[in-house]
């Protein structure tokens, strides 16, 4: 059974800066996605950012790019979100997901696509105060 740990949320400035941690637990190799969303107050949940574990391919929303990088450890099964730059506009709960890779996996597809993700972690709460 997959079990995803999600942590690093917290409160910071506008301009701040903080790192979102997620560990997989379960996967037997390397050939998996994680998937970063975030759920503002009253919003849907969205794609924040996507890893493609076994090869390293990544998306990025639009309005992250630039300030965001994820990244992975596969030796910790633990990928990370390093979010610089933040603003009021990024106050959400965020939340990471994993997924195997099927044929064709497509790391943009997947990453504006929150029904495709098999697994999710509990959500961490990151608020920007302006």
């Known amino acids: 059974e997959v079990q995803l740990q999600a942590s690093g949320g917290g409160l910071v400035q506008a301009g701040g800066s903080l790192r979102l941690s997620c560990t997989a637990h379960?996967?037997?190799?390397?050939?998996?996605?994680i998937g970063w969303f975030r759920q503002a107050p009253g919003k849907l949940r969205v794609g924040v950012s996507t890893i493609n574990v076994a090869d390293g391919s990544t998306y990025y929303a639009d309005s992250v790019k630039g300030r965001f990088t994820i990244s992975s450890d596969n030796a910790k099964n633990t990928v990370y979100l390093q979010m610089d730059s933040l603003s009021s506009e990024d106050t959400a709960v965020y939340f990471c997901?994993?997924?195997?890779?099927?044929?064709?996996?497509?790391?943009?597809?997947?990453?504006?696509?929150?029904?495709?993700?098999?697994?999710w972690g509990q959500g961490t709460l990151v608020t920007v105060s302006s």
């Open positions: 379960g996967f037997s190799n390397d050939d998996y996605a």
């Open positions: 997901a994993a997924n195997d890779l099927p044929r064709g996996f497509n790391v943009e597809w997947y990453g504006t696509t929150t029904s495709l993700w098999g697994y």
